[in-house]
């Protein structure tokens, strides 16, 4: 004799489910309604992400503690060209990204030798503006919903 198949039936959880997943879409909707509201959204979550491992990481490696001394003898001798880690020279290195350590320390009006988290401010801003690029880059491929969430 061949069983009758039970109907499936919702259960509370299977409800909340639905119920947020409807809020989730509602939320992305409201994010996604102008280009301002959206690239917001997008800067607060990428610094509600990157911002506690900046103030409370120390120096992890010892390329940064390299860069960051380097920095902090390149304001202190005001030779901006001649980048030197101790008595060596950092010649294969890019001067950019010491420039605008020496910028972030200058700006901070800390005194020398400034703390790690200062140094790290121009990689959270570099990071913040690749969030960005991925929202722009997304653009073509979908609407504004599409690239939030991209």
């Given at each position: 004799?061949?069983?009758?198949?039970?109907?499936?039936?919702?259960?509370?959880?299977?409800?909340?489910?639905?119920?947020?997943?409807?809020?989730?879409?509602?939320?992305?909707?409201?994010?996604?309604?102008?280009?301002?509201?959206?690239?917001?959204a997008?800067?607060?979550?990428?610094l509600?992400?990157?911002?506690?491992?900046?103030?409370?990481?120390?120096?992890?490696?010892?390329?940064?503690?390299?860069?960051?001394?380097?920095?902090?003898?390149?304001?202190?001798?005001?030779?901006?060209?001649?980048?030197?880690?101790?008595?060596?020279?950092?010649?294969?290195?890019?001067?950019g990204?010491y420039?605008?350590?020496?910028?972030a320390?200058?700006?901070?009006?800390?005194?020398?030798?400034?703390?790690?988290?200062?140094?790290?401010?121009?990689?959270?801003?570099?990071?913040?503006?690749?969030?960005?690029?991925?929202?722009?880059?997304?653009?073509?491929?979908?609407?504004?919903?599409?690239?939030?969430?991209?």
């Open positions: 004799m061949l069983e009758t198949a039970t109907p499936i039936q919702t259960t509370p959880i299977g409800k909340r489910s639905i119920i947020l997943a409807t809020n989730v879409e509602a939320i992305f909707d409201w994010l996604s309604a102008t280009h301002l509201r959206a690239v917001v997008l800067l607060l979550l990428a509600a992400c990157f911002l506690p491992g900046q103030a409370s990481i120390p120096a992890i490696d010892r390329d940064e503690a390299r860069y960051a001394q380097a920095t902090t003898q390149m304001l202190e001798t005001g030779d901006f060209v001649d980048i030197r880690f101790h008595d060596k020279p950092r010649h294969y290195q890019p001067a990204i420039w605008l350590q020496a910028l320390v200058r700006i901070s009006g800390a005194e020398l030798p400034a703390p790690i988290q200062i140094h790290r401010v121009p990689s959270l801003i570099g990071a913040c503006l690749i969030v960005l690029l991925a929202y722009w880059a997304a653009l073509p491929l979908g609407d504004r919903r599409v690239a939030v969430i991209a």
